[in-house]
């Protein structure tokens, strides 16, 4: 191969590399972005879920609903769930 071609090869080969590169980071900089704004929309619904359970249990306390004491149970159980997955996920 004469060096005008080689300089070509190389050339047309540096520019596949870069913008195979740049695509890659590019896409894997959207998706951690998405992942990073699920969590931060996850982290917002959790904290308002949290809240609305407490006013929920407390009504639940208050009044003397059939099961009061079944439905108070299971929705711990979800506060407990939530909590745990805000701590997992870093909210």
């Known amino acids: 191969m004469t060096s ?6 190389l050339l047309v080969s540096t ?5 195979g ?7 894997t900089g959207n ?9 931060s929309q996850f982290c ?6 949290l ?7 407390i009504n639940e306390e208050r009044n003397n609903f059939p099961n009061k004491e079944a439905r108070i149970a299971r929705q711990q159980e ?10 997992r996920l870093g909210c």
């Open 51 to 57: 809240s609305d359970s407490d006013v929920f249990i």
């Open 15 to 19: 520019a596949a590399l870069v913008g």
């Open 78 to 87: 979800l506060v407990r769930q939530t909590i745990a997955n805000q701590e």
């Open 31 to 39: 998706a951690s972005q998405e992942s990073d704004n699920r969590v």
């Open 21 to 27: 590169t740049a695509f890659a980071m590019t896409g």
């Open 4 to 9: 005008k071609k080689k300089k070509i090869v």
């Open 44 to 49: 917002l619904a959790a904290e308002n879920f």
